[in-house]
């Protein structure tokens, strides 16, 4: 799981909602942990449907309560747990809905040329960021040297659609499903999709960060904020959504420890096992769709500026705003935001 536009700036967005703490008629907002997240909706709808209203944030919530129990590698009975548990080098039944997600995941694989890979499960398992109680100091060299000779980058998924349903095969014991750096992007979209389909088409969903916005609030846009990546307190910017979009932030700055004065964060690069130490700290993507935008974020953050922003131009709908280390900003064509400087 990765770090994106976090509970700080849903506050940001509801204080553009609702303005000096006064509710408006038309705006409702329900929580939930899921996910291993605090999950938030809002809706913006007409006046009187307050209970019809809750009762479409409750279904979406469940909605995105099965796709945690379809798609978690924490648990065991999870269909991804369970290709997890199963021997490696072998064709396994696969559900069609993580066909579904595993097809992008090795889409955006292809395009950032290994950047992004969704089988990484043993190399986080190595790195400890989702351990209770968290990894204080990096892992023996020697474990990440042989995950990294052991790990066939390119081949280590693969996945096929056959008469009688759809297949998996893991390479081998250095691969494993992991799918927190698109799993909630998708979740977003089922959730928007979810509430489209109950009649409410003006709603943002808050993933942990991992955003989805739908129509507007009250004919105006929904107004986000992005997190200053060294400033927990802080927000760096603002971007205005009035239409269908994802809005999906990477940063270094959630899931990290120090150690011997070096930060260690959990956005991991595949092609040395290490944490990506490239000059950036935060990606944002935009893109119609959550789940891409979730899986291009962390492509886009291992890959750093300048191949980060061919990465961004080879896909259709999609921009991104990188902030870097020494405290630039770099927008791609299309990302449009106000740039607010220092904490907010």
């Known amino acids: 799981m990765k770090f994106k536009v976090g509970t700080l700036i849903l506050a940001f967005v509801l204080l553009a909602l609702f303005g000096c703490g006064e509710k408006p008629a038309g705006s409702q907002s329900s929580s939930r942990l899921l996910m291993g997240t605090l999950m938030t909706i809002t809706l913006w709808s007409q006046e009187g449907e307050t209970s019809r209203s809750a009762a479409a944030m409750q279904s979406a919530f469940g909605e995105m309560e099965r796709i945690e129990k379809v798609m978690s590698s924490h648990l065991n009975t999870s269909a991804v747990g369970r290709i997890n548990q199963a021997p490696r080098g072998q064709w396994h039944p696969l559900e069609e809905e993580v066909y579904h997600v595993l097809a992008e995941s090795l889409r955006i694989a292809k395009l950032s040329q290994g950047a992004f890979e969704a089988g990484l499960w043993p ?109 927990s307190q802080g927000v760096v910017a603002e971007v205005s959504l009035q239409k269908r979009m994802g809005l999906v932030t990477s940063g270094d700055y959630e899931r990290f420890f120090m150690h ?38 962390t492509a886009a953050f291992v890959l750093g500026l300048d191949k980060g922003l061919e990465l961004i131009r080879q896909e259709p709908g999609a921009s991104a705003l990188f902030i870097l280390e020494d405290g630039r900003q770099v927008a791609s064509g299309g990302f449009s935001y106000r740039w607010l400087g220092g904490g907010q």
């Open 260 to 297: 011997e004065g070096k930060r260690y964060h959990h956005i991991l690069d595949p092609q040395s096992g290490m944490p990506t130490a490239n000059g950036v700290v935060s990606v944002t993507i935009q893109h119609p769709k959550a789940m891409t935008a979730d899986a291009l974020s």
């Open 123 to 231: 190399l986080t398992n190595l790195w400890g960021f989702s351990r209770e109680p968290p990894a204080t100091a990096p892992p023996e060299m020697a474990k990440i040297e042989s995950w990294r000779k052991g790990y066939p980058l390119g081949t280590a998924i693969q996945i096929r659609g056959e008469t009688g349903g759809r297949q998996i095969l893991l390479a081998n014991e250095y691969v494993g499903l992991d799918l927190g750096a698109i799993a909630k992007g998708y979740a977003v979209d089922r959730a928007l999709d979810h509430l489209a389909v109950l009649g409410f088409t003006n709603a943002i969903v808050n993933a942990g960060g991992n955003l989805g916005v739908n129509g507007s609030k009250g004919g105006t846009p929904w107004r986000i904020g992005i997190q200053h990546p060294r400033e």
